[in-house]
């Protein structure tokens, strides 16, 4: 289950799209359903009834806080305890369960790990933007068509900046830079993942780029004494598609208003990004030896090393 994706933590969906009716996702090739039991809580099943096999996120949250298949009527509840089965009262319930997933609620966002069962080793650690309550936040959301992957270390990538974002957030990189131009690009492990900047020609702009183990990017852009950050959330639907949240924080301008124009940005910066993406071949990224890499590629290396170390050692 969950091929190069498993027993990891990730977010899923913003907690404000999660409402009275159950959601039906598909992440790392398995459907899943997510939806809230009496008290609000998330909850997630796998999305397959365990009596023919229909997605459960057709049915309906009852008002016991159970989920009802929309076939038959069996109900399950935030633990995919089997709590009733119309008709059969003899039926042996206890063994005629559906598949709960771990789930939490941190940060506006629905987190989900990875595996069966109802427990996860530790618990999802975000970074700090992701949770601060005293920050506003924008979200947006994209799919992209492609393997999550390359999605991932697109947003780790920095020399790409003054070529896919000429007119935005690479256009002060492409003022300075010459033919002769160097990149230095660094890489130090942390805790979490890793920590990368960038410095053209010693030229430190005061940027860094977070990667938070397995699919969250958390850019810090430099501005004295605030706080505004871009994270992007890369979240794997199948071999070719991608779901990205993109997060935007930051402690000043506040406003609705401001919210609309950082949304918009953060938007415009994505969908540059999106057709170049896209295109790569092959779509998951291959491992290291496959492809031609240089200097400025360490980031993106680093996450490649992770992904066949940890995620998915069996391809290499
Ligand atoms: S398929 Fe779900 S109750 Fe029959
Ligand atoms: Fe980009």
């Known amino acids: 289950m969950f091929e190069g994706f498993a027993r990891v933590w990730t977010p899923l969906v913003a907690s404000s799209a999660l409402k009275k009716a159950p959601l039906g996702f598909t992440l790392a090739g398995e459907k899943i359903v997510l939806f ?3 008290s609000g809580a998330p909850a997630a099943l796998l999305d397959r009834c365990p009596h023919r ?3 459960l996120s057709l049915g309906q949250v009852l008002p016991n806080g159970c989920l009802e298949c929309p076939f038959h009527g069996w109900q399950f509840d935030a633990r995919g305890v089997n709590q ?3 008709f059969n009262p003899q039926a042996r319930r206890a063994t005629l369960g ?4 771990p789930t939490r609620e941190i940060g506006d966002l629905i987190w989900i790990y990875t595996a069966p069962g109802l427990d996860a080793p530790g618990a999802p650690s975000p970074p700090d933007g992701l949770t601060d309550p005293s920050l506003a936040r924008t979200l947006i959301e994209r799919t992209w068509n492609c393997h999550w992957t390359r999605a991932m270390e697109n947003m780790l990538d920095s020399p790409h900046l003054p070529f896919v974002h000429r007119k935005t957030i690479g256009k002060f990189t492409r003022r300075y830079m010459t033919l002769d131009s160097t990149m230095t690009v660094t890489w130090d492990e942390t805790d979490f993942g890793g920590l990368t900047r960038s410095l053209v020609d010693g030229r430190d702009g005061g940027g860094r780029l977070e990667f938070h183990k397995p699919n969250i990017m958390a850019l810090h852009i430099p501005i004295p004494h605030r706080h505004l950050r871009i994270h992007a959330i890369v979240i794997p639907v199948d ?3 991608t779901r990205l949240m993109v ?3 930051r402690d000043f301008l506040k406003s609705d208003w401001f919210r609309s124009l950082f949304a918009a940005n953060s938007a415009r910066i994505a969908d540059e990004d999106r057709a170049v993406v896209e295109s790569s071949w092959p779509s998951e990224v291959p491992p290291i030896e496959q492809e031609h890499s240089v200097g400025t590629d360490r980031a993106t290396l680093a996450f490649r090393k992770y992904y066949f170390d940890t995620l998915k050692p069996s391809a290499v």
Do not use: C, E, K, Y
């Open 84 to 86: 009733h089965i119309p």
């Open 247 to 249: 997060v935007g924080s």
């Open 239 to 241: 071999t070719q598609h």
């Open 98 to 101: 559906a598949t709960p997933l």
């Open 36 to 38: 809230r039991d009496l």
């Open 53 to 55: 096999g229909v997605a």
